[in-house]
């Protein structure tokens, strides 16, 4: 079902108009043999006021998700509306691509997910993309308050933090979603935040 958010007080964030920075510097941590997670911090310019005008513009809604073996309400809400759409602005399609440059790979598929608070978060899970396609990568924007993304390995192990501050790109790469999960914790205070995650549109046969 459909869910209205408050709109926020402009007065909360920087604004400016929002825009990749290509030469943001990427570092590289081998999760293992075969799996990586690369991070650009402040790879984009205006994150906060692109996070604004997505909070009042975009479809948000409070989805489902499957986690393992039963469905359950997510704690955060959601969009899947894609590149192109009147309301995605530009620069989205910019990101898009300027991560197909730099991996020589397409990112075509958008999905956005919408943490209001520190009660927002989600559970630890690996993409389902990873089930279907081979080392898929998946990108993301994070816009607005800081989270931390974790990570640990699917057979048990010690979990790594990668926090994420607004503008900063986290791509997890090579076999990480076929061998780690990943999850966004509670916290008890958290400023709203988005995150745009792009992936490579997988086609069901
Ligand atoms: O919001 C994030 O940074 C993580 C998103 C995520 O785990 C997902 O949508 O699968």
């Known amino acids: ?39 650009a911090p402040l790879w984009l310019d205006g994150a906060d006021g692109l996070l604004m005008k997505l909070i009042n513009t975009l479809p948000f809604h409070q989805g489902q998700r499957r986690m393992w073996d039963n469905w359950v309400i997510e704690p955060r809400l959601t969009s899947t509306i894609q590149i192109g759409h009147p309301d995605i602005p530009s620069v989205v399609a910019e990101m898009a691509d300027e991560l197909t440059r730099h991996y020589r790979a397409p990112f075509d598929q958008l999905f956005t997910n919408y943490y209001r608070s520190g009660s ?8 389902r993309i990873g089930r279907q396609k081979v080392d898929p990568m998946v990108a993301i924007v994070s816009l607005g308050g800081p ?22 790109l986290l791509v997890m790469g090579g076999a990480t979603q076929h061998g780690w999960e990943h999850s966004i914790a509670k916290v008890a205070h958290a400023s709203p935040r988005i995150s745009l995650t792009f992936r490579r549109h997988h086609r069901r046969y």
Do not use: I, Y
Not at 29 to 36: A, G, P, V
Not at 120 to 127: I, K, L, P
Not at 154 to 165: C, D, H, L
């Open 147 to 168: 989270r931390t993304l974790q990570l640990r390995p699917k057979g048990g192990g010690q979990s790594m933090r990668f926090p994420m501050a607004s503008g900063d």
């Open 1 to 39: 079902m459909g869910m209205s958010v408050a709109p926020l007080q402009t007065s909360l964030f920087a604004t400016g108009s929002a825009q990749v920075n290509p030469s943001a510097p990427f570092s590289r941590t081998q999760l293992d043999e075969l799996c990586w997670v690369d991070h």
């Open 120 to 127: 927002d978060s989600v559970a630890w899970h690996s993409d």
